[in-house]
């Protein structure tokens, strides 16, 4: 499967913004789907994800509240709303996908196999 991330941007703290990432070249609902983040200096992190159907999300502590994982099967696309940007948001947003039946806490800690490349989010004070 093949992943094309978008909708990063430069934003003031408060704003939102809504990251898309559209899965081609396989069957979109046979991957649970997880968004990843790497800020300038420090290691990728897990921010959330959700399962095959949709019916289960995760998220890390630190964007629960303030982001929202959603998936459109129809559509083979992954959404990551975020709201009330904080400038700690500021990283490169990657999404993932990988052929895993898991659900809940478990897709935080899976290794997923295919990774699109990076969209920018940055949030100035």
């Known amino acids: 499967v093949q992943l094309q991330a978008s909708g990063g941007g430069l934003v003031q703290a408060g704003d939102s913004l809504r990251l898309s990432c559209a899965a081609s070249g396989s069957t979109f609902s046979r991957y649970a789907m997880g968004w990843f983040r790497r800020a300038p200096g420090k290691e990728r992190e897990f921010v959330a994800a959700?399962?095959?159907?949709?019916?289960?999300?995760v998220y890390r502590d630190s964007v629960k509240g303030r982001f929202t994982i959603s998936r459109d099967n129809a559509k083979n696309t992954v959404y990551l709303q975020m709201n009330s940007l904080k400038p700690e948001d500021t990283a490169v947003y990657y999404c993932a996908a990988d052929p895993t039946t898991h659900s809940g806490g478990s897709l935080a800690r899976i290794i997923y196999d295919y990774w699109g490349q990076g969209t920018q989010v940055t949030v100035s004070s």
């Open positions: 959700v399962s095959r159907s949709g019916g289960s999300t």
